[in-house]
């Protein structure tokens, strides 16, 4: 049966700190578990991994995406033995998100400059959302959409100041962080 016939809604869940700093887990390994998470009984199903740096795509019978990221969240830390926080998108918020340019005046693509998302919790306050964007430079640029950050870096990613531990202080909460040419992809491939 399709999906649509399951009634199922496609989800994709951006994972935190897979096969990075020692946290090496095989593709494989990792859409088998996301195939055993139950979610208000059913499984999760038509699991499907791109590319190996904790991005999953699949169907859920729940609406919930608090439940789904929980009992994902769950059940990977179970089995893996450390937490793995995960940030969960509709596929139709996806390609919403995979489509914005929030920075008026630059070209998307310009030599020098890489766009990334933040996956975020929650959407941050309007007190969080100013501080972050407050802190945009000449080389760093943040916008923040809903519970997404978009961060314009017209430097290498590694030279930024922001790189590391500091991005998580500026923004005060876990976040995972992927280029956008990794969320167009994602899009255009299973957002169709």
Same mark, same amino acid.
């Given at each position: 049966?399709?999906?649509?016939?399951? !009634?199922?809604?496609?989800?994709?869940?951006?994972?935190? #700190? +897979?096969?990075?700093?020692?946290?090496?887990?095989?593709?494989?390994?990792?859409? !088998?578990?996301?195939?055993?998470?139950?979610?208000?009984?059913?499984?999760?199903?038509?699991?499907?991994?791109?590319?190996?740096?904790?991005? +999953?795509?699949?169907?859920?019978?729940?609406? *919930?995406?608090?439940?789904?990221?929980?009992?994902?969240?769950?059940?990977?830390?179970?089995?893996? #033995?450390?937490?793995?926080? &995960?940030?969960?998108?509709?596929?139709?918020?996806?390609?919403? +998100?995979?489509? /914005?340019?929030?920075?008026?005046? /630059?070209?998307?693509?310009? *030599? #020098?400059?890489?766009?990334? +998302?933040?996956?975020?919790? *929650?959407?941050?306050?309007?007190?969080?959302?100013?501080?972050?964007?407050?802190?945009?430079?000449? &080389?760093?640029?943040?916008?923040? *959409?809903?519970?997404?950050?978009?961060?314009?870096?017209?430097?290498?990613?590694?030279?930024?100041?922001?790189? !590391?531990?500091?991005?998580?202080?500026?923004?005060? %909460?876990?976040?995972?962080?992927?280029?956008?040419?990794?969320?167009?992809?994602?899009? !255009?491939?299973?957002? %169709?």
């Amino acid at each position: 049966m399709s999906r649509r016939e399951h !009634g199922d809604e496609r989800y994709v869940a951006f994972l935190k #700190g +897979i096969n990075v700093g020692g946290h090496t887990v095989k593709m494989d390994r990792l859409r !088998g578990l996301f195939a055993e998470v139950k979610v208000d009984a059913p499984r999760l199903e038509s699991v499907e991994s791109y590319i190996a740096s904790g991005n +999953i795509i699949f169907s859920s019978a729940s609406t *919930d995406i608090r439940r789904i990221e929980a009992a994902v969240a769950s059940h990977l830390e179970a089995a893996l #033995g450390y937490a793995v926080p &995960t940030f969960v998108r509709s596929l139709v918020s996806l390609a919403r +998100i995979a489509s /914005t340019w929030p920075f008026p005046g /630059t070209e998307a693509g310009s *030599d #020098g400059q890489s766009l990334y +998302i933040a996956f975020l919790p *929650d959407a941050p306050n309007a007190a969080d959302r100013e501080r972050i964007e407050a802190a945009s430079t000449a &080389t760093d640029s943040f916008k923040v *959409d809903r519970s997404e950050l978009y961060w314009l870096c017209r430097t290498r990613f590694s030279e930024s100041p922001f790189f !590391g531990p500091a991005f998580e202080k500026l923004l005060g %909460t876990a976040a995972t962080v992927r280029n956008s040419n990794t969320v167009r992809k994602i899009a !255009g491939r299973f957002c %169709t």
